[in-house]
């Protein structure tokens, strides 16, 4: 069974914190994804990796940053937290050569005080 | 910019009943998926439609690209308390693995 997991599923800290929100997969996934999902907004990309290292801004990436030393992990870092970056936090990886699957963790709710 | 829309935002039925939602674009998409998000989970795929006019079937739920591949609509017969969740459809953007979501169509059936 393909498995994409998540640090914590919730998550509370304080304003001005540094957060660490981690993602594994064990699918050997070259592409990973970091999306936070606010009602009436849907799910926005926050930053996407390709490779090991490689990493990409996706729509919303003010306020975050990314790391993805292993290929198999790729962590979501808010480098101060805000009251505005309360959210569900949702981490998902697809294979390169065309598959169409995405496969999601079961994502982290993080609430900033 | 591409985007997704999705309608109704919210449906309250009963079971028994016959539901259809519905995902709109200005946009031409190679491709639209359709996901199932029950609470505390993450999105579950539950199809990808490829081809314009393309219907697939998965047990009671009906899937629809448009012809012009700018559009779908998920169709559920004889709706069931397992099929409460929230519906998004995806569809990737051009030449890149991003994904572009819709805002979702949020689905309770009462028993």
């Known amino acids: 069974d393909v498995k994409v997991t998540q640090s914590s599923r919730y998550l509370v800290k304080r304003t001005g914190e540094k957060v660490f929100l981690e993602c594994v997969q064990d699918m050997d996934h070259e592409n990973m994804f970091w999306y936070r999902q606010d009602p009436g907004l849907g799910l926005r990309l926050i930053y996407f990796s390709y490779d090991v290292k490689m990493k990409e801004k996706g729509d919303i990436p003010e306020g975050y940053s990314v790391s993805r030393e292993k290929k198999e992990r790729f962590s979501l870092i808010l480098e101060s937290a805000s009251t505005n970056q309360t959210s569900m936090y949702l981490c998902?990886?697809?294979?390169?050569?065309?598959?169409?699957?995405?496969?999601f963790g079961p994502g982290t709710r993080l609430t900033v005080l | 910019t591409q985007l997704l829309e999705q309608s109704p935002q919210f449906l309250s039925i009963q079971e028994g009943e016959n539901l259809t939602v519905y995902c709109n674009s200005s946009?031409?998409?190679?491709?639209l998926q359709w996901y199932r998000q029950e609470p505390g989970e993450g999105p579950v795929l539950l199809v990808t439609v490829v081809t314009g006019g393309e219907v697939k079937k998965l047990k009671r739920l009906t899937f629809q690209f448009g012809d012009a591949r700018k559009d779908s609509s998920l169709h559920i017969t004889a709706a069931q308390p397992g099929d409460t969740g929230l519906y998004l459809c995806?569809?990737?953007?051009?030449?890149?693995?991003?994904?572009?979501f819709g805002t979702g169509t949020r689905l309770k059936v009462l028993a």
């Open positions: 946009s031409v998409f190679s491709s």
């Open positions: 995806a569809g990737p953007t051009s030449g890149t693995y991003k994904y572009i």
């Open positions: 998902a990886s697809i294979p390169s050569g065309g598959a169409d699957t995405q496969y």
